[in-house]
Structure formats: C-alpha cells, structure tokens
C-alpha cells in the first residue's frame, strides 16, 4: 500500500510538472476505478480541480492575441484568482462594459504547441512498458488522447456543444447549460453566462441550501441516460468540478449546471441499440443476453469481466441481479482487490471493445464516484429509468425502419406497455419500501410481473 502512495504521489507531481497533455492522461487514469488501484484513483483525482494556474501575464497575452483588445478595453473588472484551473484552461470571473457578469474561459498559452510532443512521448513510454510486459496493452490510452486532445483545444467546437446538449436536453428543466456569447469567444478563449453552484459531491452545500440529494442523483441519471441511450451524444467529463448543484433563483427548484463541453462522445447507432440491449439484459438478468450483446460489443470471451467493469459489480451480483442487491462495502472491497490480479485480461480486454465505449466506461466511474459520494449509489430507481430510456431508444429504432402503419401502432402500444410495466414495478418497490403488508407486495408481483 505504502509503494503504491508513494508511486502515485510521484506521477502526480510528474503530471504537475509536465502540465497539459499530462495532467489530461492523469485525470483520465484517476477514473480507473476498475483497474488502478486506491491509493492512484484517490490521489490523481486532485488534478481536477488542483491543476497548476497560468499567470495573468499569460492570461493577458492570450486574450490579446485573440481578441486584438486589452483586458479593460473589453471588462470593466476580471478577476485575478481564476474559479478554477484544469489541464487545458482556466475559467475567470469577469463583467463586460455593458454590465453582463460572465465566465472567461482562457486556454493556457503553451497547451498547443506542447501537446502533439507529449502525445509523442507518451506513444514513446507506451511502447517501452509493452516491450517489457508483453501481457499490458495501453496504446488505446494514446489513440484516445490523439482523437480527443485536438477537439478539446478547440473552444469553439466546446461552445457548439454546449448549445446542442442544450438544445437536445430543453425538456429537462432541472439542468442548465450556461449561454455562450459568441461574439468574443475563439479557438482559446470561451466567453460564457456566470452561473454559481456548489460542486454535486458537495453534500454540506446541499444541506445548506436545503437542496434533496437523492433528487440530484435521479437527476443526473435521466440526463446520462438520455444523453446515452436515446441520443448518443455524451459528456464525457462528468467529474465534480464540471457539474454544479443550484437553487433556481427564480423558482426555488434544485438545478443541474452542466459545464466544460470540451469532451463529448458520438456513439453510431449500432453500437447504441446493442448498448441499450445489453444495458436492459444487465438490468432484468437476462445471462444469456449479456453475454450475447457483450460479446457484440468485442468483448468475446472476456464477457464476464466486462460485465462487472460495466456495472463495478461483483459477478455473483451480477447473475443475482444489480437492481436486486444494493452494493456493499465488502463487495467494493472484492471488486478493487481483484482488479490488480485480472490486470492483463482488463488491459486486453481494453485494446479490444469499440473506442467509443473507452469514454463511456470513463463517464460511468466519474458518475459513480458522485454517487458513491452522495450515498446513493446503484439505487433501484436508477436502474429503472435506464431501462425506460432504452425501452424508448429501441422502440424509436424500431418505428424508423418500418413503413406499415399497423407495425408502428404495434411497436407504439408494446413500448407504452412496458414503460407501464416499470411504472407497476416501481411502485411496487415503493411500498416494499414502506413496509406495508406483505400479501400485498405478493399479489402485484403475481399480477404485474417484472418485464424482460
């Protein structure tokens, strides 16, 4: 245990000193839950929100070059403690001269011409560590970080994201996406409505201001789901410091505010509906269809492991069924221990599914993490409305590639049929919640069994 500190501490300080691209694979190796052990989750995890500051210098010779103005041309006051820094950027307050309170989002000026040299070194060290352990496949960490770097560093691909979650999410109205103001923002610079909160994993915020815990968790698990199963367009960056917990101030009602679209994941159709497939399998314990859509998802032999990846749970809760059984500590503590003995097969398996389920398996540990820390963790609830999510992603699948009138009044009536299942099921988990006589809970689940 005392190496292992030891070792992450030092790659911490080495991602610190290197900056950027660094800090970036080290925030993505602090979500390994799966497959590093504590002591490196638990201490990479700082880096994001305690990621090394640009100066104002810096800051100044950024906006300059991008905007052609000085800072008081364009502010009537900014602020020079940043609200936060990560690997890429840091975000200032600031009000423009027509009054508008905003958040200045500055790349730090460096980041571009260093990265594609860190990319190099890493692919360099990657290819060393596979030269002395055959059995350990990391090139897919690279890859990613080729594909996704250059889009991060571009604030105005960020900016259009924020505008199509927003857009494709307007039904929510628990989140909100802070506006973009377009006319000085660039490629380095993201200028963006000021909106505050206290970070989702803040619980003593949430106490303060009266805000529900369990509400925020169920709400952030309808919008990954929408986001996942119906719309295959992802945030990919979940952790705390990127979702704030409100009061609207308007209505009183808890809100989501959703930041840093840098970091977005496309999912083709295919792989979406087997996920959604798979998802469904995992949820009413359908084994034989795990193992089925895992294995379409390239997960072969190794469909097992990635199940309990997928769903950080032992393979007994699995086969019992997640919905069933809560998590316990113990089983946490199984799952972590196991991990450093199935290292190779985790690391193969890795080098083998789609690259899209690599971001994926990254959102979900950052959100588990959140839930984990909000008490909340991998309640019935949520399961059910995945299921609701991909009962709907599927059946939309279905009516798109049908012309007959009758087979979408078919599917339509089928769909609202299970949706009304879970509705039944749901309440009868809430009465078994309230203990209420247990004839009653037999009879419902005589009447309205679970469906598959």
Request: with cysteine; aromatic share 8%; hydrophobic share 40%.
């Amino acid at each position: 245990m005392q190496v292992h500190l030891r070792s992450a501490r030092r790659l911490c300080e080495l991602c610190c000193a290197n900056r950027g691209t660094f800090i970036k694979v080290g925030q993505h190796l602090g979500a390994l839950d799966y497959l590093l052990p504590e002591e490196y989750t638990s201490t990479l995890k700082v880096l994001h929100s305690q990621a090394p500051q640009s100066s104002m210098q810096e800051v100044r010779q950024v906006i300059r070059e991008d905007l052609g103005k000085e800072l008081h041309d364009l502010f009537l006051s900014f602020d020079d403690t940043p609200l936060g820094a990560a690997s890429l950027a840091q975000v200032h307050k600031a009000v423009l001269r027509d009054g508008r309170t905003v958040a200045v989002k500055v790349q730090h000026p460096k980041v571009q011409a260093q990265s594609s040299k860190d990319i190099l070194l890493m692919e360099v060290l990657v290819l060393a560590v596979k030269q002395l352990f055959p059995e350990f496949e990391f090139m897919w960490l690279v890859d990613e970080a080729k594909k996704n770097l250059p889009l991060e560093l571009d604030f105005l691909n960020e900016g259009r994201n924020a505008e199509k979650v927003a857009q494709m999410l307007q039904h929510f109205d628990f989140l909100k996406v802070p506006r973009i103001y377009w006319e000085l923002s660039t490629k380095r610079v993201l200028l963006m409505e000021f909106v505050e909160g206290g970070q989702v994993n803040d619980k003593d915020y949430m106490e303060r201001n009266k805000i529900d815990v369990d509400e925020i968790s169920r709400h952030l698990g309808k919008m990954y789901s929408e986001m996942i199963f119906v719309n295959g367009f992802v945030h990919c960056d979940p952790h705390p410091g990127n979702v704030l917990v409100r009061k609207h101030p308007g209505t009183g009602r808890a809100e989501i505010i959703l930041l840093d679209h840098g970091l977005y994941q496309v999912l083709t159709e295919a792989f979406r509906l087997d996920y959604c497939h798979l998802w469904q399998s995992l949820i009413w314990t359908d084994m034989e269809k795990v193992k089925r859509y895992s294995q379409c998802l390239g997960a072969g032999e190794l469909y097992p492991l990635f199940a309990c990846m997928l769903t950080a749970r032992s393979w007994d809760s699995v086969n019992r069924g997640i919905s069933h059984a809560p998590v316990t500590a113990t089983e946490d503590t199984e799952i972590r221990n196991n991990a450093a003995n199935y290292l190779p097969q985790i690391s193969q398996l890795l080098n083998h599914i789609p690259r899209q389920m690599l971001l994926i398996l990254k959102t979900n540990d950052l959100l588990r993490s959140i839930e984990a820390a909000l008490g909340t963790r991998a309640s019935a609830s949520s399961f059910l409305n995945m299921s609701r999510c991909c009962i709907r992603a599927l059946a939309e699948h279905k009516k798109k590639n049908t012309c007959s009138f009758f087979r979408r009044t078919q599917i339509s009536f089928s769909e609202a049929f299970s949706l009304w299942q879970i509705n039944v099921y749901e309440l009868i988990l809430r009465v078994k919640g309230l203990r209420l006589t247990s004839w009653l809970s037999t009879l419902l689940c005589w009447l309205f069994p679970a469906p598959h």
